[in-house]
């Protein structure tokens, strides 16, 4: 069972954990800033850092946006106590209101990463009082508040942030949270939906049954392509009436990304995520290629970073044994 805190903390800006900009900005610092996060978003982190450590220097050291990226990054690779070094700077420099209540958010997310989930809680209270009007803190609260077995303050919030996320997948996500508050604590795999390549409807609830392997993946990283033949083998090998293996696209335009699976024939189900990156979001994708692996009642069994020569054995092997389970 892979051991995480949550597949929901979202590690991109959404809602009030978009950061805040600073009053005297120029063109110079914001230049620097945008490229550090699209480099950090395609996963060039020495890239991104160096932009974002020379932004940061237009800030005299002082920019909490610059740490609150940076930590992501260090997050993005594993380095969990650079990224508390780094989350902690983000928390000093930052100004009242809404920028303080992302780096107390992110304060959340990395201490929860570390099992902390005392202290990960104090940081969402501290980010919801903050910015009341930051749904992503309340719900952190809210799911932390679970995660301790806290049920009844944990339910009381997230009923109340529940209609926030209404039309969303979130929603149906925490209304069976609100049913089974001892559910969070089963690493269940966050609710998705998304269209298909072929244009179908996808979602965990139709998928429901069948052992799911997802693969995050770009054509523009090199490991994912490598490992593209041995993949077909394991797509060609697999009984789609049991198992499903579904490839989401991170990184790509949508013509480069649409071109090469259809020069490389990646006939299973494809999926796009390069608009608002949803999976991307929900799953904390932090390396590529990266595999999940979901059982038929829906929980995260295994998670495969990068890839290795004895790849699809090893996951070939891991999808066997669950649908023994």
């Not at 069972?1 to 950061?19: E, I, W």
């Not at 903050?130 to 303050?153: I, Q, W």
Request: glycine share 8%; proline share 4%.
């Amino acid at each position: 069972m892979v051991s995480r805190f949550s597949p929901f903390l979202t590690l991109l800006a959404s809602l009030c954990s978009v950061l805040m900009v600073a009053q005297d900005r120029n063109p110079e610092f914001d230049r620097e800033v945008a490229a550090g996060r699209q480099a950090a978003e395609r996963g060039n982190y020495d890239e991104a850092a160096t932009h974002l450590t020379a932004a940061n220097q237009f800030r005299q050291g002082k920019c909490s946006e610059c740490y609150v990226w940076l930590a992501r990054i260090e997050m993005a690779q594993g380095n969990l106590s650079q990224a508390s070094e780094q989350i902690e700077k983000a928390v000093v420099t930052a100004t009242a209101g809404p920028q303080q209540a992302t780096a107390q958010l992110y304060r959340g997310v990395v201490l929860s990463r570390q099992g902390d989930l005392g202290r990960a809680e104090t940081a969402f209270r501290a980010a919801s009082a903050a910015n009341p009007d930051c749904v992503e803190c309340r719900f952190n609260l809210g799911f932390v508040l679970l995660k301790e077995s806290k049920d009844t303050e944990g339910v009381a919030v997230l009923k109340a942030v529940a209609p926030k996320f209404a039309g969303t997948p979130r929603a149906g996500e925490i209304q069976k949270f609100i049913a089974d508050p001892g559910r969070i604590r089963r690493n269940y795999a966050p609710e998705f939906s998304a269209k298909l390549r072929s244009g179908e409807e996808i979602s965990l609830d139709k998928l429901s049954g069948k052992v799911v392997l997802l693969d995050f993946w770009g054509t523009w990283c090199a490991p994912c392509r490598a490992s593209l033949p041995l993949l077909k083998d394991l797509a060609a090998g697999i009984d789609t009436a049991r198992v499903a293996i579904v490839s989401v696209d991170e990184g790509d335009s949508r013509e480069k990304w649409d071109g090469f699976v259809r020069e490389n024939n990646m006939t299973w189900p494809q999926v796009y995520d390069g608009e608002d990156r949803s999976l991307y979001r929900a799953f904390q994708v932090d390396g590529f290629p990266r595999y999940v692996l979901i059982g038929k009642d829906g929980t995260i069994l295994r998670e495969f970073k990068g890839w290795a020569q004895d790849g699809e054995a090893t996951i070939s092997e891991a999808i066997a044994h669950a649908l023994r389970q």
